[in-house]
């Protein structure tokens, strides 16, 4: 029984890595809470043998004893968020891998085990069957999940150089004519590429009141 | 009790710092705590024993005025002088300093609260130790913040946000690990703003956690952005 030693390998293996589930650790660290359940029970149960009615006539646990319990109980503790962390980062991950299945540059893949193969297989099936149901036009949630949504929100800007000569009718049916340092209320869609390019300033509320 | 905190991996292993304690009376079935004891001799550890347990270990204790605590010599006032003057390297002494530094804050602090209502209640008067305590906590929160919000953070923040397509290992690898995430988020935000700026209309994206290598960080160039379809 080593205190929190194995719950603490596999966090740093999940730190170092995209290794494979390791089952030997996760089982190594399950043995380990067992142990220590079995331990706090057998002091809890030796304790209580031994107490001793205190001034107010109710039985109480020796003081000597009562740190090695609390021991017991804070390394099952440890260990159980050791374990449900492992698993909860290695779901993160997959999902993760899920949604974008092009790799990161310099990114080791996610190795899975046989559980988290059918762990992601059964989550693309549920994302295949919500697109089904509810967009039956969507063949795949992620090609879509990649473009942006249209926005037509109107942003407040300022023009730093002049994209167009004269009035110009945008895409959104405003017309404007960009003048060097007026400031325009318009649909972002319209103007995005302008910002883009250095053209036209975004402005805050902060900057409005300059 | 399930807190944003529960999952993260840094904080969990920033709670494996040992701290110094003392026993304030005899522990059964824990003689193995101490460090000088031959295997066998005894069952218990007796009381005024020094020993050192995790933060996670230790924390009931403290609450429960079980032993006597003091703050880990990485900690103490001689290093917390060395890192405000800059002389020390932060990362050897412990990858998680901050996070660990704030850690055992918070454990000196209900430390000290609990032990000084039981202490006023039973009328013991050892309250001099509490207050070295209490200043020990309050300078360490002085120190952590102090090196966190200086002459680091400045450079971490030029570097996150200007080092796109740079080789950083040279500068990360002395990093923390809570400084790490920083400049990571700062760059994915800063490579993330150069790909929008090249190829446009692709979604910019919001800065969440990569497991990426700290070599370098590239907007991709070679795969062109989403181009949405503008009906006009």
Request: glycine share 6%; aromatic share 8%; hydrophobic share 35%.
């Amino acid at each position: 029984m080593d205190f929190g030693r194995y719950g603490r390998e596999l966090l740093l293996e999940l730190k170092r890595s995209n290794a494979a589930y390791n089952d030997t650790l996760v089982s190594s660290c399950l043995q380990d809470l067992n142990l220590h359940v079995c331990a706090l029970g057998d002091q809890v149960a030796a304790a209580s043998r031994d107490q001793h009615a205190s001034t107010d006539g109710k039985p109480k646990l020796s003081m000597s004893v009562r740190p090695s319990i609390l021991l017991q109980e804070a390394a099952i503790h440890r260990n159980k968020r050791c374990l449900l962390t492992y698993h909860w980062v290695r779901l993160q991950r997959i999902q993760k891998q899920y949604w974008s299945p092009r790799q990161e540059e310099n990114e080791e893949p996610q190795q899975l085990g046989p559980a988290e193969e059918d762990f992601l297989q059964a989550y693309q099936q549920l994302h295949q069957r919500y697109a089904q149901n509810t967009l039956p036009f969507v063949d795949d949630l992620r090609a879509h999940a990649g473009l942006p949504p249209l926005n037509t929100e109107r942003v407040l800007l300022r023009v730093v150089t002049a994209p167009t000569e004269g009035p110009v009718v945008l895409a959104s049916g405003v017309s404007v004519e960009f003048r060097v340092g007026a400031t325009h209320f318009l649909p972002w869609n319209d103007v995005e590429e302008w910002v883009r390019k250095g053209h036209l300033r975004v402005l805050t509320g902060e900057e409005h009141n300059e | 009790m399930l807190t944003k905190n529960y999952f993260d991996v840094d904080a969990i292993l920033a709670e494996e710092e040992l701290v110094p304690c003392q026993s304030n009376f005899d522990f059964s079935y824990l003689s193995h705590l101490d460090p000088d004891e031959r295997p066998g001799k005894r069952h218990y550890l007796p009381e005024g024993t020094k020993f050192k347990v995790p933060v996670w270990a230790v924390e009931k204790w403290a609450t429960l005025g079980f032993v006597k605590l003091s703050l880990p010599r990485h900690f103490g006032r001689k290093a917390r002088e060395r890192i405000e003057a800059g002389e020390a390297d932060i990362r050897k002494r412990n990858e998680r300093f901050f996070i660990a530094g704030k850690r055992l804050g918070e454990l000196l602090d209900t430390y000290t609260a609990h032990v000084e209502k039981a202490w006023r209640r039973s009328g013991d008067s050892d309250l001099r130790l509490l207050e070295l305590i209490k200043r020990e906590s309050a300078q360490l929160r002085r120190t952590l913040l102090s090196a966190y919000t200086g002459q680091r953070l400045s450079q971490t923040l030029n570097w996150a946000l200007s080092s796109v397509g740079d080789d950083v290992t040279e500068y990360t690898k002395g990093l923390t690990e809570l400084e790490r995430r920083l400049f990571l988020s700062g760059a994915t935000a800063a490579s993330s703003h150069e790909a929008w700026k090249v190829y446009g209309n692709g979604r910019l994206l919001p800065v969440t956690e990569h497991k990426r290598t700290i070599r370098s960080v590239t907007p991709d160039l070679q795969v062109p952005g989403n181009k949405r379809q503008r009906i006009s």
